[in-house]
């Protein structure tokens, strides 16, 4: 037998040309999904084809799922790369070393099975090469892991004992395309299909339906290869396919995403049609649906499961687009690769604008200069026009489909020119999409990715300079906005630019979900876990919401950045600004809600009467009267918006009265006794001037802190310029802070303690002054902090850290939550009255890193203390300290002391998105600077 198809750069042969990707036609179909042999090779050549043929027997074999990846059920072990090959870069060569798959399926055909007509084998999805028999007939080997392939099989089929005999190898010549940023994971991985072909039967079509918004109708055309009728009685369609019928309609948009459902009869099949109207243009150099230019509010999306990777489930796919549209996301890339055809049609249904990927990225050529790069080889370009002819037949009479994109980070040459050449003229309705072209030869969009403020801004402004053509084309990020880990940073200033600037049409964060897989081990595994010879750690990890699909802090962020509402309290005004940040929706769907809060508790509430304000309209809408007055504590107001399934989709806030500051003067003293100071309710060591106990409860001491775990944006990437601070504040010691004691004076009405704060090998440091009052049941800390030295670096944080031996378990605070919060990440913070268990507060980032700050706090009540801050501060309550959570790679190397460790932080640096993108703005910069923040700490009573 020989193996030479694993090499050949062509796509494969025996398939049957693309066509349109449909469900729920009137012929019958059989699934072939379920339990399969399965026999595990080490190489290409291990086994002849005898396996194949009928009669073999596979008892001794063992069984996997299809769909699913040989690696995740037990055999192998999977491999992360983000860019590298993980196989020597010889093209189109791959490994003797052949992790191969052999798999057996036998069925019967179900009752009832047409005995005439003809049918189709198809497979949905393959990695990376597969060579197919059925009833020990060779049908033929493909290539193009995301795509659909069919094969004629009618002719095979015998009424029982059929045996599918598929031979799947992790590497080959089609592995150079599919260097993706995700785990390399064979196997048969989407549904394996059995399709009766009745004479007559719907072969492709193509669905067009524009959109006249001047007119408000539609334009319907099915062209079909099969020729039928196309009906669709709520719109009183009923036309012969090739003809062009115009009527009323409602049309598609992302927000308001009407389909009509209508039939293609041929007479031998009925295939149902989901037609949505709409129609997208290059105009006035924006990109425009029905129209009206669209502001992309988007994310990257591969598909994950933690058990079952690629192989996702209809549950699954529902979910990924119900949280998305609950979180305010209007746009996906499908990165990198088209996705299961199910997930357009849940697109269409929901309405989400897609960028639809092919599935092509040749990244790992970059380590060569690009040479050799099969793009811009001759030889490669059958095989990329495969997979773009794949993509396009499969997925075009999805109207959620707004662009095409060649692919991703596979740098340039004339392959993708002749994909672009191929697809405008296969599709002249829709656009073309790719982010390596940076002189937009073969686009329709200037795309980018990771660029900063600055430069996004100047791009906004027409200052970019670059081609002519380029200059006149809207720009998009396609990736930003690097969500790995604590973040992404600088969402909320990247959206005011696009809201500013009309060129720039929105963005797509990078991605949407961390890629852990379950592991018994660690919680979640990611690249280096399975002994992998390459791999990029947790770079893997770097999405909006968890493996589990939990929602990040940063997809909670990301949702109140993009609300489409936006909502402006002016307290001192007593009016609320609405402004309706939609691009096609107005707001009569939406009911609005005030209420007026003390400490964080609303003590009224009403409706607001709001306008249906028309997309960009805004309005001016008058608040009740003040209720009562607050008796000192601070009052404020949040209005909110909510829909008709009672989901917030917008919310404001503003203080109305801020609280009243006590003016009782601390009159204790300090007293000496045996080894300690008295002063006030609280006890200090009268060596160190360490605080030791406040009334029965137990402290370890407050100490200028300044370390933080770095979080994977802090580290940086490798490639990325500019500082990476997690490394610079390690190489200047910031991790190992001294504290030198100074002197401690017991004056006539203060404690004060001075000491200097510095690192080994360093001559830079902190002088940090503690200074005590108290009264009979409070005690006063101000810290004062002067920088020595030269400072070339921000501060990881400024604040204290005490402990509470006795432990914690509940927190109850007044202030920004319910989430965590910096700098750069706050949008989403809302002032109220929090209840939470120390547990609850900590964010499990799949690898520890700083996480569970909460904002804004003007008190906090945990541990037997309550908390004060003068006016506020940052909280953050852990059961191990910032050098334990430094040191966990995985979630299960922490382990609770008996301890609870608070840090009562001034200030913190921002957190940016320099794992891959932009570091922080200078505005959430902590430079080092003179210093002074205070707290007011009483015990708790019962």
Known sequence: MSFSYVEDVLPGHGALPPRAWYAGSSAASLSLNGDWRFRLSPTADAHDESFAAQGYDAGAWSEVAVPGHWVLQGHGAPIYTNHLYPFPVDPPHVPTENPTGDHLRTFDLPDGWPAEGGATLRFDGVESCARVWLNGTDLGEFKGSRLPHEFTVGHLLKP???????????????????????????????????????????????????YDHTAGTGALRVDSDADGRITVPELGVDAATGETVTVPVEPWTAETPRLYTGTLDTGGERVPLRVGFRTVELSDGLIKVNGTPVLFKGVNRHEWHPEHGRALDPATMRRDVELMKRHHINAVRTSHYPPHPAFLDLCDEYGLWVIDECDLETHGFVEQGWRDNPVDDDRWTPALLDRAARMVERDKNHPSVVLWSLGNEAGTGRGLTAMAEWIRGRDPE???????????????????????????????????GGPARRRALPFILCEYAHAMGNGPGGLADYQRLFETHDRLQGAFVWEWIDHGIADERYGYAYGGDFGEELHDGNFVCDGLVFPDRTPSPGLTEFKKVIEPVRIDVDAPAGTVRITNRYDFRDLSGLAFS??????????????LVVPPLAPGEHAEVKLPATPADGRGKETQWTVRAIDADDHEVAWGQAVADPAT???????????????????????????????RRLGGVEVVSPLLDVWRAPTDNDNGASWQGGERLGLLWRQFGLHRMRHRLVGVEPGDDALTVRTRVAPAGRDIGLRAVYRWIADADRLRLTVSVRPEGDWRLPLPRLGIRLGLPGGADAVRWFGGGPGEAYPDTRAASRVGLWHSDVDALQTPYVRPQENGARADVRWAETGGLRIDGEPDFSLTARRWTSEQLDAAEHLTDLTPTGTVWLNLDHAQQGIGSQSCGPGVLPQYRLTPGPAEFSFTFRELTS
């Open 160 to 210: 029982a004992g059929n045996v599918l005999a598929v031979r799947v190898h992790q590497w080959s010549a089609g592995s150079y395309l599919e260097d993706q940023d995700q785990w390399w994971l064979p196997g048969i991985f989407r549904d394996v299909t059995l399709l009766h072909r009745p004479a007559d039967c719907a072969l492709d079509f193509f669905v067009h339906a524009s």
């Open 594 to 607: 005030w209420a007026y809060e003390v400490e964080g508790e609303a003590v009224e509430a009403g409706s």
């Open 661 to 691: 500051v006590r003016t009782e003067a601390f009159g204790g003293r300090p007293v000496r006794g045996q080894g300690s100071i008295a002063l006030g309710p609280a006890e200090f060591d009268a060596r160190t001037g360490e605080l």
């Open 430 to 464: 829709r656009l073309v999409h790719y982010e390596g072209d940076l002189d937009c030869r073969d686009t329709d969009v200037y795309s980018r990715m990771y660029a900063d403020h600055a430069e996004v801004e100047r791009i906004g402004r027409g200052l970019d």
